[in-house]
């Protein structure tokens, strides 16, 4: 009898605790809805920032902390340049021998940079400060933040790299050097912030992030032609004209690279170029121990000239296996040289990666870094054998240089 009673109170109570859980729930999702995510959700909370800390108070921190190192670069250029529609046959036939084919250049070119150091170097663009051709430059001035102009001179610049050293001697009011961040572990989509000096506006930041890795990009020179740039950051933080030079920076203030270049407005918006970090270390420690103009490149080298299969080409070198790469040239004394590639050998792949194209081969190549290590595997006159080859540096573009 008192088990019949107490079972029947036993589904009473255990009716009244789901009934109140659900009053409690709707209760919650109509009442809390200002603590709940978007469609009453709970919140996450690792949203919520750090120490009370948001990315807007990091971010203005980082400017504070950074912007007094940051500095605008004045470049007086002096001389005569050739003018190019003298080449043009439709400008002849009007003008004929009376047009001026030399021009006087004499004006005044602008950038950014920042203090790399505290024996005075200042880190910028090798463009900022490279005359056009038929030009030289008759003076470099370093504009502060607080509105000292000091006299600079270049210590060293390497144009294929686009990275140059100033110097300004004794200036006792130096601002802290940046410290430059390892630019290996940036993370696609982190806060990306520039400072420079666009069209002469001082201390002007932008916005964004870094948007992409390793992209390549054609750069003009200041005599016409174009250097090809790879391993460039990608962000959408603006690049303007003036900017180049200055650093692209993240939350804590480290620089992750030096603002390069953008593309045109009339294409696209929100691309720009930067140098990585590691990039701009890398290249600072060779100039500073080679001062003077250096036309390294910073990409890795092997010295080999590369070409695609052919029929005609497996004929002649008695190559009927599967795919690779013909070797057709091998530079004397380049490191494809010293680890014994020969002509007529074939390139089946290299770091494991099967290769099919010589076009391919040549842009992995350049990507690495010089004094890196490559590991082939070789077709060499019917047997296969690895082949281990420390990169050497590309020197600048020689048309009797084979390609990687």
Same mark, same amino acid.
């Given at each position: ?8 109170? #036993? /589904?009473?109570? /255990? ?13 919650? &999702? ?19 920032? /750090?120490?009370?800390? @948001? ?56 950038? &950014? ?10 880190? !910028? ?20 933040? %607080? ?51 666009? #069209? ?10 870094? @948007?992409?890795?390793?992209? +390549?990009? &054609?750069?003009?020179? +200041? ?11 990608? !962000? ?6 003036? %900017? &180049? ?19 045109? *407005? @009339? ?27 250096? =036309? ?9 000239? *590369? ?30 040289? =010293? ?22 081969? $040549? ?10 290590? #490559?590991? #082939?595997?070789?077709?060499? =006159? ?17 048309? $009797? !240089?084979?390609?990687?």
């Amino acid at each position: 009898m008192l088990k019949s009673r107490i079972f029947p109170g #036993l /589904l009473v109570g /255990l009716a009244g605790v789901v009934v109140g859980a659900f009053v409690m729930m709707l209760y919650a &999702s109509t009442h809390f809805a200002n603590v709940a995510g978007p469609n009453n959700s709970l919140p996450v909370v690792s949203a919520a920032p /750090l120490s009370g800390v @948001s990315d807007q108070d990091r971010i203005v921190s980082a400017i504070k902390r950074t912007k007094a190192s940051v500095v605008a670069i004045d470049v007086n250029v002096n001389g005569q340049e050739y003018n190019s529609m003298c080449d043009d046959p439709f400008f002849r036939q009007f003008f004929g021998n009376q047009m001026p084919c030399e021009q006087n250049v004499r004006g005044q070119d602008s950038g &950014s940079g920042f203090v790399y150091d505290r024996d005075g170097d200042i880190v !910028t663009n090798a463009h900022v400060v490279t005359p056009p051709q038929g030009a030289h430059v008759t003076g470099i001035t370093v504009v502060f933040p %607080d509105g000292d102009h000091v006299p600079a001179h270049v210590v060293a610049e390497n144009v294929e790299a686009d990275i140059a050293i100033l110097k300004v001697d004794g200036y006792p009011k130096l601002p802290p050097p940046l410290e430059l961040a390892d630019s290996d572990r940036l993370e696609q989509g982190q806060w990306a912030i520039a400072i420079g000096e666009p #069209l002469e506006l001082q201390q002007t930041v932008t916005l964004g992030i870094v @948007s992409a890795f390793n992209r +390549e990009e &054609s750069i003009p020179t +200041e005599d016409g032609n174009a250097i090809d740039f790879k391993g460039l950051l990608q !962000t959408s933080a603006p690049i303007n004209p003036g %900017d &180049s030079g200055g650093p692209l920076i993240d939350v804590d203030g480290r620089v992750i690279g030096i603002n390069q270049s953008t593309v045109r *407005p @009339s294409y696209a918006q929100g691309i720009g170029f930067a140098i990585p970090s590691n990039t701009v270390r890398r290249v600072v420690a060779q100039l500073e121990a080679h001062p003077g103009v250096y =036309q390294g490149t910073d990409q890795g080298f092997m010295g080999i000239a *590369p070409q695609d299969l052919t029929q005609g080409l497996r004929n002649e070198i008695g190559y009927t296996n599967g795919n690779g790469v013909a070797v057709v040239q091998v530079v004397g004394g380049s490191p494809a040289d =010293q680890a014994g590639l020969q002509p007529g050998d074939v390139i089946i792949s290299a770091d494991g990666r099967a290769f099919t194209s010589a076009k391919a081969l $040549s842009s992995y190549i350049a990507s690495k870094k010089p004094g890196q290590e #490559l590991r #082939l595997n070789v077709w060499s =006159q019917g047997d296969r054998k690895l082949v281990v080859v420390k990169l050497g540096e590309r020197p600048a573009a020689e048309p $009797s !240089t084979p390609g990687p």
